[in-house]
């Protein structure tokens, strides 16, 4: 078992060691430009973890001396901004701070919110009903993956009405969501295909 406290200590955790892999892959390729869009891909990825803060004029600037404390100023490119070395290894950056949203259902997450949002706000139509069993759908899978037991339609559209304050009401007897029988037939599936992938 690979535990967190067994790896070596991150410049800075709040980036994960996701993005301190990709610095340290980065560091390895020989290729000066190579290596440099490589950097630049991975400073578009700490962007989208501080989508808060993306309109601040020095937010690239901090993302560009985020990447040089975590690559321990070891990475050979030619930095479009200005680095600020730190005058002490204790020094801590400005941490970034992460989006906060409430999310009232967390076992279908804020991006079925966002689209249950736009369905209440869009024209009656074939558009809007064809997007509407779409989230539909996936609404149910998230059920099925959090709980086999609490998956049915009906709660799927109750769901639904509530979440778009009852602007969209999913017509259960002219609209077929996906079988149970088909979600249970796509999990045994991934499952079998994660069991091969570790052998």
């Known amino acids: 078992m690979d535990y967190n406290t067994r790896r070596e200590k991150m410049a800075m955790p709040e980036y994960g060691r996701g993005v301190?892999?990709?610095?340290?892959?980065?560091?390895?390729?020989?290729?000066?430009?190579?290596?440099?869009?490589?950097?630049?891909?991975?400073?578009?990825?700490?962007?989208?973890?501080?989508?808060?803060?993306?309109?601040?004029?020095?937010?690239?600037?901090?993302?560009?001396?985020?990447?040089?404390?975590?690559?321990?100023?070891?990475?050979?490119?030619?930095?479009?901004?200005?680095i600020e070395r730190t005058?002490?290894?204790?020094?801590?950056?400005?941490?970034?701070?992460?989006p906060q949203k409430h999310i009232r259902r967390r076992h279908y997450g804020a991006i079925v919110e966002e689209f249950a949002e736009h369905l209440a706000t869009m024209n009656d139509g074939a558009e809007r009903e064809e997007l509407t069993m779409l989230v539909a759908n996936h609404m149910k899978r998230d059920l099925s993956n959090w709980s086999a037991d609490s998956m049915s339609d009906e709660k799927v559209a109750d769901d639904m009405?509530?979440?778009?304050?009852g602007k969209i009401q999913i017509d259960l007897d002219n609209n077929q969501l996906i079988s149970d029988g088909e979600l249970l037939s796509t999990r045994v599936q991934t499952s079998v295909k994660k069991k091969k992938g570790k052998k």
């Open 87 to 98: 005058d002490s290894d204790n020094a801590r950056p400005e941490q970034l701070p992460y």
């Open 161 to 165: 009405a509530q979440y778009t304050d």
């Open 20 to 82: 301190q892999q990709m610095v340290e892959h980065c560091k390895s390729i020989a290729d000066r430009n190579e290596r440099l869009r490589c950097a630049k891909t991975i400073i578009a990825t700490m962007a989208n973890m501080a989508v808060q803060t993306a309109d601040k004029e020095d937010f690239q600037k901090k993302l560009w001396n985020h990447l040089a404390i975590i690559a321990n100023y070891d990475l050979d490119i030619d930095y479009p901004v200005e």
